[in-house]
């Protein structure tokens, strides 16, 4: 008998089928399969599996073949057969489960789909991780649970919140705020797994329905139920469609033995396949090096000398009597806390992962803290920074809560009185800010993307075994760390696992891992050209720079020494328990020993119904009648809805916009109007110009989480942005409404301002309707109307506008069309009208209260809720009035730019920078949507146009995910860093 053995080695495991025929039938069955974790042993564990398998496999001849992505490697090395995993899986399939239509496989790092009926079609990932098994195990890594542990979680799910489905990164950059603010780790872990359909949908689907009968195969689809749940819900499939076979985990192993059957490979007996592999295993593979970190003992000693000479004071807590201030820092992954005593001497520190969990984190050390004091000891004043600042300063009654940059500011300052530019390296977040006259002047936030920050690397090495210290003093004195470049963290996973699988030590890896947190952060956040645009005194903090690994990283990447406090972990908690020292009042408002004994933690989620956004909220209860509310978008939860009372174009132009619904009337047909992209600004011309051709206009619904999802299956691009998804959605919405007709142009220019080089909508903008009608297959058979257009040519659009419709539409003429077009523009510059008009009142109130304008500067559609996530809402809650780019531009002169202004949108957020630089009270935001390739061109503009002006550029990029920590921070600094500055202006 012959034995046909398939071996897929993928990222993360090993799979291995021995399959033969039966005797009877002829039908091929499987006789023998395993499937484990490989931990980087790869060929090893291969070799193990294949012994495990001799009892089986006896001494029939077999013929191999292997799969799998990191099977290409053993396949050349070894000369078995190799079959690329895509084909497998189709072998597999229509061997062993034929009834399928659709075939969705996750794997350790990869994820395909099968189109089998139909147009047979394969998509598989690239190199991005994103929504895989390795995924899911960075994600309970971060929700501190073993997977299994994760998938029971999901299970108990009340609520879904947003994640990132496009990598791994991004999702711990939305989970993590979640767990700070309370979020059950029940409705975090089922969020999870509905990120990964989300991946799997929009990235590989692409536009393609899923129906029929789905096979869903690879090891997270057949082991976490959860996922299972997620996938059958969201495609709407029954028990009898979805099907999750016993197979599932083996499944492409089984396809390459369908394969070794029907070639005529090589034949191996059991011993010969044994010592082929055998051979392999120790080969070892060239890749590109770097110099190494330290090359000798001595070396690295006098490099820890010098870093050591910057510490503090410090004093035991035992001993110590008086007056005390504590500081605490609730990260996006760890706790700190800090006690310090009149002379700023250290007392008592604390750092440790927050576990998903900081309230009780910081309740165990507060308990600890209260048993040290006793009587001696005094906390006479508080402080607390960090993601989770306002749960802990709710939550234990802290005096103060200050954003982190400045708490990080306020730390360094004590240990360089010189410094000119801070770096913070944190979990999750790089913060790098610029200081001139002794306060901020410039801030650097990594944006949703965490790539290179301490999260990773501490998340690998747990994955190998390893604590984080262990794991970054084995890259000290690599001879040669692997150039791991400076890319995307999971891309990094991706290539430190093949570094392994090439034969890399861990000591090579870990120095690689060094270097690339540091490039990323130089080149990717700081965007530095040289150490001159970092500066002269250079303090580096944040836990991530314990490592010394990464610190002489750093220096030999810059060419220059930099200032590392002793205490660089702690430095939030340091600098809050200054501002608490120099902030005390008669009494600390610091829950006491005998409330934190009985203290007790509830969350539960609500939907909020106080405005438009409908948030949902997770609410946490603390004795005493204490309760934090997060999600919210704006204050009105909160209590603070005065502040919401002050000007807001958004909020105005929203409601301008909205006002032209009650103006449709019932007409000869129903033309639908997508409510979205240049459709917003040019409303009130379109819906004029159909209403006087006795059209009724149906506008779509303003845009919801729910109208995207309508959509999202017809979506061909995941790397488009976000409101431009959202079209599918509308068009959706506007079928939904039984329209007779939708009419959506396509328009290669916009209007012309006199402000540019010429007046170009963005492709995006220009063609999308060219888009919809490929893509999404509702639309055939429906009237989709989509001329092309140019309205800045008003004979051309009533020349050619005449044609179409008078052809179309038996009662319309070409005078009608005239008519009907010569009231839109005019209704249109009524629009533009009142919006400068609003504008001005905006400004005029703001002059006469005192208060700071906020200048959002953005597109048109930028004013969507649901594009925003109420952004200009939580602006306003710090007391600023709300101005919009089109507002204030007409005020302003065109500032001379480096580019070529051929963009209508670019010229005015160019004149409105323009205009914020030259008002003392006004501060610029600009909004960009991932995605948007040529806002890589205005951001530069709007940076150097805002800092040439002496104001600080703050940059918010928006996209699908409604969570606004990192936002938060970034509006935070910025006003904390104004304030600052006028404060150090009335000194001198």
């Not at 108990?156 to 767990?179: H, M």
């Not at 096979?215 to 009898?240: I, N, V, Y």
């Not at 110099?291 to 807590?317: K, T």
């Not at 540091?518 to 050209?529: E, F, G």
Request: charged share 25%; aromatic share 8%; proline share 3%.
């Amino acid at each position: 008998m012959n034995v046909y053995l398939g071996i897929d080695i993928g990222s993360t495991t090993v799979k291995l089928v021995a399959a033969g025929e039966n005797e009877k039938t002829g039908r091929l069955e499987i006789l023998y399969q395993k499937y484990e974790r490989h931990f980087s042993k790869v060929r090893e564990k291969a070799c193990e599996m294949l012994r495990d398998a001799k009892k089986v496999i006896g001494n029939a001849d077999i013929r191999a073949a292997i799969t799998g992505s990191a099977g290409l490697g053993v396949a050349k090395a070894s000369g078995v057969d190799f079959v690329q995993e895509v084909f497998a899986t189709r072998k597999c399939v229509g061997t062993f489960v034929p009834k399928a239509d659709v075939v969705i496989e996750l794997g350790g790092e990869d994820a395909k789909i099968v189109f089998l009926t139909g147009q047979l079609e394969e998509r598989m990932n690239g190199s991005c991780a994103g929504g895989t098994g390795a995924f899911i195990d960075q994600m309970a890594v971060l929700l501190d649970v073993r997977p299994d542990e994760m998938d029971r979680l999901s299970l108990n799910a009340e609520r879904i919140y947003t994640i990132a489905s496009r990598c791994g990164v991004f999702a711990k950059s939305d989970i993590q705020p979640l767990l700070n603010e309370g979020a059950r780790k029940e409705d975090v872990a089922a969020s999870i797994f509905q990120a990964v359909v989300n991946q799997t949908l929009t990235g590989l689907a692409q536009g393609r329905e899923i129906e029929g009968d789905v096979l869903f195969l690879g090891g997270p689809l057949f082991f976490f139920k959860g996922l299972q749940k997620r996938f059958q819900e969201t495609l709407e499939l029954s028990d009898e469609h979805a099907h999750f076979p016993e197979l599932a985990p083996y499944a492409i192993a089984a396809g390459a033995a369908c394969y070794a059957k029907d070639t005529n490979g090589r034949t191996y007996s059991y011993d010969e396949l044994l010592d082929t592999l055998e051979k392999t295993a120790g080969e070892p593979v060239k890749t590109a090096t770097l110099d190494p970190l330290f090359r000798s003992e001595e070396e690295y000693a006098a490099f820890r000398r010098r870093h050591n000479s910057s510490d503090i004071m410090r004093q035991n807590v035992t001993v110590y009597s008086g007056k005390a201030y504590l500081g605490i820092d609730c990260g996006s992954t760890t706790t700190k806390l800090v006690l310090i005593g009149e002379d700023c001497q250290m007392l008592y520190n604390y750092y440790s992962p927050n576990k998903g969990n900081p309230v009780d984190v910081v309740r165990e050390q507060m308990l600890k803290l209260y048993d040290l004091c006793g009587d001696r000891i005094q906390i006479v004043g508080s402080a607390v920074t960090g993601y989770g600042e306002a749960l802990i300063l709710n939550a234990f009654g802290v005096d103060f809560g200050l954003v982190e940059t400045m708490a990080h500011f306020k730390a360094a300052r004590h240990f360089e009185p010189d410094v000119d530019f801070i770096i913070d390296i944190g979990g999750q977040d790089i913060k790098c800010f610029k200081i001139a006259n002794n306060c901020i002047d410039n801030i650097s936030l990594n944006e949703a993307c965490s790539s290179g920050c301490g999260s990773f690397i501490e998340t690998f090495a747990r994955s190998m075994g390893y604590s984080i210290e262990e794991f970054c003093r084995l890259g000290l004195f690599a001879e040669h760390p692997i150039d791991l470049g400076s890319r995307c963290t999971v891309f990094m996973n991706s290539s430190v696992k093949q570094a392994q699988k090439d034969g890399a030590g861990i000591d090579a890896i870990s120095a690689g891992l060094s270097v690339s947190v540091v490039k990323n952060a130089l080149y990717k956040v700081i965007r530095a050209h040289s150490p001159d645009d970092l500066g002269k005194h250079i303090v580096v903090q944040g836990g991530t720079f314990l490592n010394d690994a990464i610190l002489r990283s750093f220096e030999m990447e810059i060419g220059r020494n930099v200032t590392r406090p002793a205490i660089s972990g702690l430095m939030g908690a340091y600098g809050a328990a200054l501002h608490a020292k120099a902030n005390c009042g008669e009494a600390s408002t610091l829950i006491s020993r005998d409330e934190l004994e009985h203290f007790s933690h509830k969350t539960n989620t609500v939907k909020c119904g106080m405005c438009t956004n409908h948030c949902s909220l997770t609410v946490s209860m603390f004795p005493g009648g204490r309760k934090f509310i997060s999600g919210n978008r704006c204050e009105r939860p909160l209590g603070g809805g005065d502040k919401l009372k002050l000007p807001n174009l958004y909020e105005y132009k929203l409601n301008r916009l909205q006002e032209y619904r009650e103006k449709s009337k019932p007409g000869v047909a129903r033309i639908g109007i997508p409510f979205g992209l240049n459709m917003f600004e040019l409303l009130p011309f379109w819906h004029t110009f159909l209403t006087k051709l006795g059209f009724e206009v149906v506008l779509s619904d303003v845009s919801t989480r729910a109208l995207y999802a309508q959509g999202q299956n017809s979506i061909p691009s995941d790397t488009v942005c976000y409101p431009a998804k959202l079209m599918h959605g509308h068009i959706e919405n506007l079928l939904s409404k039984g329209v007779d007709a939708i009419f959506y142009p396509c328009m290669t220019y916009n209007l012309d301002e006199h402000r540019t080089d010429n007046c170009y909508n963005c492709p995006v903008v220009a063609y999308y309707p060219e888009l919809l009608i490929a893509n999404m297959n509702h639309l055939k058979g429906v009237d989709f109307m989509m001329p092309y257009y140019e309205l800045g040519r008003q004979k051309d659009f009533i020349k050619s506008a005449g044609e179409l419709f008078s052809k179309k539409y038996k009662h319309i003429n070409k005078r009608m069309v005239k008519e009907a077009a010569l009231a839109a523009y005019a209704e249109l510059d009524r629009y533009y009208a009142d919006i400068a008009a609003e504008g001005k009142k905006a400004v005029a109130y703001a002059d006469e209260h005192g208060l700071d304008i906020a200048v959002i500067a953005g597109r048109p559609y930028h004013i969507d809720p649901e594009i925003n996530h109420g952004i200009d809402r939580l602006v306003q809650s710090y007391g600023m009035v709300i101005v919009s780019e089109d507002a204030v531009a007409p005020l302003s002169e065109m500032p001379v730019v480096n580019v070529l202004n051929q963009w209508t949108y670019h010229s005015r957020m160019y004149a409105a920078a323009n205009w914020a630089v030259q008002r003392p009270n006004a501060q610029l935001i600009q909004l960009v949507s991932f995605g948007c390739g040529i806002d890589a061109i205005t951001t530069d503009e709007m940076r150097a146009i805002t800092e040439d002006g002496g104001k600080i550029y703050t940059q918010l990029k928006i996209d699908e995910i409604n969570n606004l920590g990192a936002a938060k921070i970034r509006i935070r600094s910025m006003i904390a860093a104004v304030e600052e500055g006028r404060k150090n202006a009335g000194k001198s």
